[in-house]
C-alpha cells in the first residue's frame, strides 16, 4: 500500500465552494483511479486516467466534478460548488499496465458544511 | 444483476481460529480479476491478495488464501489464525477483461470483529 499518497487527508468546505483532492500514484505507475465511498458502502468507481488522458470517466457525475492527470505533477480531482452530499471519502488508486496489482492512497475525508 | 456480492455483513470470529469471508461475482468475460482488500477502523484500503481468472492456483499471502472456484463464480477470502488487528471491513472486488480498463467494481463489505 506504501506510495500511493494523497492530501489532504480531511478537507472541511463550506457549501458552494471548490474542493481540490491531490494524488500522486505509486513510484512507476503510469495508471489513476478515483473512487468515491460513501459511509457503510463499498467503493465506487468515478475515473480512469493515464498521464494527460481521461481513459474512462464513466462513474463522474456530469456537473461539477473534473479530473485531470497532467504530464507533470500528481492527479487532481475538482469538485466545484461542493454540496452535503459530496461529503464522502475519496480514494486514489495506481496501479501499473497490467493492473493485477491496484494499490490505494489513504483516502480523503471531504465534509461539507 | 449485483457482479459482486458479498452476503455476510458481519461476523465474529476468536481469536487464533480461520475465517472464511465469502465472495461471488458475476460476468461473462474469460479474463478478469479479483482483489481483496482491508479497511481498518483508520479508513485506509490495504490491498490482501489477488486471484486471475486464468491462474491454475489459489492465491496465498501469508496468512490469507484466496479460495478460487470458478465454475461456482466464488473467490472466498480465508484468514487464518486470526489475530486482534484483523478486526476491520473487509472488501471483495473484480476487475474484468481490457475493454472495461482496469477499473474494479466493488461488493458491500463484511466487517469481521475478532475476539480475544
Known amino acids: 500500500n506504501a506510495g500511493v499518497m494523497q492530501n489532504p487527508r480531511h478537507l472541511v468546505r463550506r457549501r458552494g465552494q471548490e474542493a481540490r483532492l491531490r494524488c500522486s500514484p505509486m513510484k512507476g505507475h503510469s495508471h489513476v483511479y478515483w473512487y468515491r465511498q460513501l459511509p457503510e458502502e463499498g467503493l465506487k468507481f468515478m475515473v480512469y486516467?493515464?498521464?494527460?488522458?481521461?481513459?474512462?470517466e464513466s462513474g463522474m457525475p456530469k456537473e461539477r466534478f473534473s479530473a485531470e492527470f497532467p504530464k507533470e505533477g500528481p492527479s487532481i480531482l475538482r469538485i466545484q460548488q461542493v454540496v452535503r452530499g459530496d461529503s464522502a471519502a475519496y480514494f486514489c488508486?495506481?496501479?501499473?499496465?497490467?493492473?493485477?496489482?491496484?494499490?490505494f492512497g489513504e483516502g480523503s475525508w471531504l465534509t461539507v458544511v | 444483476a449485483q457482479k459482486i456480492t458479498q452476503t455476510q455483513p458481519g461476523m465474529f470470529v476468536q481469536e487464533k481460529e480461520a475465517v472464511t469471508l465469502d465472495c461471488t461475482y458475476d460476468t461473462s468475460d474469460p479474463s478478469y480479476g479479483l482483489f481483496w482488500y482491508k479497511q481498518p477502523s483508520s479508513g485506509e484500503m490495504i490491498f490482501l491478495i489477488y486471484q486471475g481468472s486464468y491462474d491454475q492456483q489459489n492465491a496465498t499471502e501469508g496468512r490469507y488464501s484466496l479460495n478460487f472456484q470458478k465454475a461456482r463464480k466464488s473467490a472466498n477470502l480465508v484468514i487464518s489464525a486470526s489475530q486482534l488487528g484483523d478486526s476491520a471491513m473487509y472488501f471483495c472486488?473484480?476487475?474484468?477483461?481490457?475493454?472495461?480498463?482496469?477499473?474494479?467494481?466493488f461488493g458491500g463489505g463484511t466487517r469481521v470483529l475478532v475476539k480475544p
Open positions: 486516467l493515464q498521464k494527460e488522458n481521461i481513459i474512462d
Open positions: 488508486a495506481s496501479s501499473d499496465y497490467s493492473g493485477n496489482t491496484i494499490y
Open positions: 472486488a473484480m476487475r474484468e477483461g481490457p475493454a472495461a480498463g482496469n477499473k474494479l467494481t
